[in-house]
């Protein structure tokens, strides 16, 4: 029913913070493992650019400490203002060109990195996800995979690339800022870094709140997605029963769910804002403030000349350091949600499915399957306290037709689900040239097996290719041969593009006996 439906999407997304394994977080080496020596320089280059840009960021300051030093020092020497100032703009200009070129090196340095990274990632999981066994498809809904893909491995990009550069970033601004201010002045460097600390706990927040919201977004992401696609899959279905509506609302209510949970957070969203504004306002307003105490009590810097109103820009500069220091907290957020996200796909990348289609060390089979023997195989499903099949034992030779007759939920698929290996026998042994099935290489042996499932299934593209899936190094001559053992070569011709017509999302453009035939 679609009330059950909608109650499997719910269970089959994972729940936050309901386990230990989903706090754990993959490394930068983890990631970084599948990079190229030539991506290696990619990274080290883009993290010192990215570190010159951030002290150019920075270096803007000197240029105003700079300017307002010649009206101090020469206040009646107009010619020398104006030299003085023409070479200080040169020197703007400088800064200008090197953090254009730096940020362009490293913004593009980190974004192939991350590129990178998301393609190795992404084929990989795929093909890990292909190379799975039944039983773990039984514990997943299989609709919100691509949705997971899409959401996870976008934040692991993000992650390894961009963040990592806007991190280093915030190093360099950091360094120049809060080094050059205190070798002007150590006291006004603590009296600015002393409320820059008080100010910490209202950024830390403001970026817990933020983040919290988008996870919401994200997991409502995956289960809408989930469910657009599954309705999309079965369109014919939902028009024949004409629950257009029921779909859509039923896709709105994830979106409501997320509105919900979101619209909770909307006072510490609100209140997370504020706090921004108010950190930029006091990083404003401190540094005159402190600065103008220090000009009336005539201190001196540390080169032995008096605070003047030019040094005020260097509290600008410890307060714009640290500040870019702890707006990389929320960089390391980002890093650490896409560890997080990086995680699991790097488990099942590296897993070895319990039934491993390339078992090299299984022995080859030899020659045409000659018999297969259940000998008292039960079976029941993962999850499942009910035994399917119970203490069956038959033996099919080479020519021979076997039909097995009974009511719904017998165990008749099952057994072929056995015969294919998708499953292992719980008690029992299936045997294959009176070799027991585990031990022979799965691949050669399913290679030697045509299977057509109660729902045929085929892909969104043409028929020659959908054939040359069970073979592809059939010719022509083959598929033709097939076609018409299948009695489906007198269709086939009379379709536009014959054998290259595309057949549609699920062979949606086949009525249901072509589809069987070509299957």
Not at 65 to 78: A, K, M
Not at 115 to 129: F, Q
Not at 216 to 227: E, P, Q
């Amino acid at each position: 029913t679609n009330s059950e439906r909608d109650n499997e999407l719910n269970q089959a997304e994972p729940q936050q913070n309901d386990s230990q394994e989903e706090e754990k977080s993959a490394t930068l080496g983890d990631l970084y493992k599948f990079l190229t020596p030539w991506y290696y320089i990619l990274v080290f280059t883009g993290a010192i650019s990215a570190m010159v840009c951030g002290a150019c960021f920075i270096s803007t300051m000197l240029v105003f400490y700079y300017v307002f030093r010649q009206f101090i020092r020469h206040e009646d020497e107009d010619e020398v203002i104006a030299d003085n100032i023409r070479d200080i703009a040169f020197l703007a200009l400088g800064f200008a060109g090197l953090s254009l070129l730096s940020g362009f090196i490293y913004y593009a340095c980190f974004s192939l990195v991350g590129k990178k990274i998301n393609h190795e990632l992404r084929w990989r999981y795929v093909l890990a996800v292909l190379r799975q066994d039944a039983n773990w498809y039984s514990g997943q809904k299989v609709e919100a995979i691509p949705s997971r893909i899409a959401s996870g491995l976008k934040d692991v990009e993000v992650a390894s690339g961009r963040t990592i550069a806007f991190i280093f970033f915030s190093i360099g601004a950091f360094l120049l800022g809060t080094g050059y201010s205190f070798g002007i002045s150590y006291v006004f460097f603590f009296i600015m870094f002393g409320i820059v600390v008080c100010i910490i706990p209202f950024g830390v927040f403001a970026d817990t709140t933020l983040t919290k919201c988008a996870e919401i977004s994200d997991s409502s992401f995956v289960k809408s997605g989930a469910t657009a696609e599954e309705s999309l899959y079965a369109i014919k279905v939902v028009k024949a029963f004409g629950q257009e509506d029921y779909e859509s609302k039923n896709f709105d209510s994830h979106l409501e769910k997320q509105k919900a949970e979101i619209m909770s957070y909307k006072w510490s969203y609100g209140c997370a804002f504020a706090c921004m504004e108010l950190c930029n306002y006091i990083m404003v307003c401190y540094p005159i403030a402190t600065g103008g105490f220090l000009i009336t009590e005539e201190t001196n810097t540390a080169w032995g000349s008096r605070f003047n109103v030019s040094h005020l820009f260097f509290g600008y500069l410890i307060t714009y350091g640290i500040f870019m220091l702890m707006s990389s907290a929320r960089h390391f957020a980002i890093l650490s949600k896409g560890l997080k996200a990086a995680y699991p796909i790097l488990q099942l990348i590296e897993s070895t499915p319990e039934i491993n289609i390339d078992n090299q060390e299984a022995d080859p089979l030899e020659g045409n399957i000659e018999d297969i023997t259940f000998q008292n195989v039960s079976f029941q499903y993962k999850n499942s306290k009910t035994l399917i099949l119970k203490d069956i034992s038959f033996n099919i030779k080479r020519g021979q037709t076997l039909a097995i007759v009974g009511p719904s939920g017998c165990g008749k698929s099952t057994v072929a689900k056995l015969i294919e290996r998708f499953y292992d026998p719980t008690e029992g042994v299936v045997q294959v040239n009176r070799k027991n099935l585990k031990d022979l290489r799965l691949r050669e042996y399913r290679n030697k097996i045509g299977y057509v499932g109660q729902e045929p299934c085929l892909f969104n593209e043409s028929i020659r290719n959908n054939m040359l899936n069970s073979n592809p190094n059939a010719t022509d001559a083959d598929i033709e041969e097939a076609l018409k053992t299948a009695n489906a070569w007198d269709f086939v011709q009379r379709l536009p593009d014959g054998i290259d017509a595309n057949v549609g999302a699920i062979g949606g453009k086949l009525s249901g006996g072509q589809k069987q035939r070509t299957a």
